[in-house]
T-cell receptor
Framework: AQSVTQLDSQVPVFEEAPVELRCNYS??????LFWYVQYPNQGLQLLLK??????LVESINGFEAEFNKSQTSFHLRKPSVHISDTAEYFC?????????????FGRGTSLIVHP | DGGITQSPKYLFRKEGQNVTLSCEQN?????MYWYRQDPGQGLRLIYY???????QKGDIAEGYSVSREKKESFPLTVTSAQKNPTAFYLC?????????????FGDGTRLSIL
C-alpha cells in the first residue's frame, strides 16, 4: 500500500528566503506524485506533478520539486518566498498499474512566511 | 469555467440531526470523492464513487452516507451516528482510472456543532 510522509508540520521562514518542504513516499509499484496548495478556507489546488521523464518539475509561480527514486522523495523548493506563499501544502501519491488509482495525501505542511 | 461547487460554505448541526452537504461538478468526471480535513491530520477519505449508482467506503465511512444518482452530483449526509462531525469537508473529482491525473477540489464546507 502506498503512503506519504511530510516530515514537517510547520515551516516558518522570512520573506525572500529559500524554503524546502519535505515529502517521502512508499510504494511497491511505479508512482505519480503531486503537490497541492491550500489557502485558508479553500479547497486544494494543484501546484505541480511528476508523471515521468525529467525528475525536476516546475510550477508557474516559482516552485519546483525533484523526484528522487532512490530516496523515495519528492521535496518541494522555492529559492525566494513571498508573503503570499503562506498556505498549507500537501504532497500526494498515486500508483501506476497494479496499484491504487486513488491518491494518498500527506498530513500537510503549513508554510508561514514572515515579513 | 468548469469546476466543483460545494454548498453551503458553513453549516451548523444540532445534536441528533442529519445534515447534507452538496457537491456538484461540471467537469464531466466519472469519479468523485469526499474527504474530511481536521487540523494536522491531512485529508481522510470518507466515500468515493466511480460511476452513477455505485460508491465505495473510504477509510472513515462510519456515520456518513452518500448517493450518486447523477454523474454531476455526489451529496454527503452526515448522520447523527457521527459523534464528532466538526470538520472541514472537501469534495473532489477526477477522470476515472487515470492515476496520472490530479484531483479537482471544491472550496469546502465547514461543519460545526451547535
Amino acid at each position: 500500500a502506498q503512503s506519504v510522509t511530510q516530515l514537517d508540520s510547520q515551516v516558518p521562514v522570512f520573506e525572500e528566503a529559500p524554503v524546502e518542504l519535505r515529502c517521502n513516499y512508499s510504494s511497491s509499484v511505479s508512482v505519480y506524485l503531486f503537490w497541492y496548495v491550500q489557502y485558508p478556507n479553500q479547497g486544494l489546488q494543484l501546484l505541480l506533478k511528476y508523471l515521468s521523464g525529467s525528475t525536476l518539475v516546475e510550477s508557474i509561480n516559482g516552485f519546483e520539486a525533484e523526484f528522487n527514486k532512490s530516496q523515495t522523495s519528492f521535496h518541494l523548493r522555492k529559492p525566494s518566498v513571498h508573503i503570499s506563499d503562506t498556505a498549507e501544502y500537501f504532497c500526494a501519491v498515486s500508483e501506476g498499474k497494479g496499484g491504487s488509482y486513488i491518491p494518498t495525501f500527506g498530513r500537510g505542511t503549513s508554510l508561514i512566511v514572515h515579513p | 469555467d468548469g469546476g466543483i461547487t460545494q454548498s453551503p460554505k458553513y453549516l451548523f448541526r444540532k445534536e441528533g440531526q442529519n445534515v447534507t452537504l452538496s457537491c456538484e461538478q461540471n467537469l464531466n468526471h466519472d469519479a468523485m470523492y469526499w474527504y474530511r480535513q481536521d487540523p494536522g491530520q491531512g485529508l481522510r477519505l470518507i466515500y468515493y464513487s466511480q460511476i452513477v449508482n455505485d460508491f465505495q467506503k473510504g477509510d472513515i465511512a462510519e456515520g456518513y452516507s452518500v448517493s450518486r444518482e447523477k454523474k454531476e452530483s455526489f451529496p454527503l449526509t452526515v448522520t447523527s451516528a457521527q459523534k464528532n462531525p466538526t470538520a472541514f469537508y472537501l469534495c473532489a473529482s477526477s477522470r476515472l482510472n487515470r492515476e496520472d491525473q490530479p484531483q479537482h477540489f471544491g472550496d469546502g464546507t465547514r461543519l460545526s456543532i451547535l
